[in-house]
């Protein structure tokens, strides 16, 4: 990232596009809870299944994507995303994209570290 801050205008679309992702990544994940609604609702699973599948959904993936998104900098959120495919970087303008390189790297090495 070079070392000039980022425009008022950048500033809000990066959370603009951080808001774009977060959402992108609830969603896949609220689908993944509804597949269990269905299944409830075929008397695969009794409603204190569902209720507990529930429950870790809200402890689990959704808390973590609303700390990754809502207490991180936007910034590196938003790089994050982009590193792990949530955005393409043809979504992003090309002097954001260009800021955020350095970072969407280092995002790229972690999440090869990881396994991920």
Known sequence: MSTHPFTKAQKREIRRLAGLAHERELSAAARELQSEFERWQRGEIDVFVLNDKIHKFHDGVSRDL???YAMGQPYWSLAS???RGVLKESEVSPSILEDLR???DLARQF???DGR
């Open 111 to 113: 999440q090869q570290e």
């Open 81 to 83: 995303a982009i590193a």
């Open 66 to 68: 609303f700390k990754q």
């Open 102 to 104: 350095s970072v969407i």
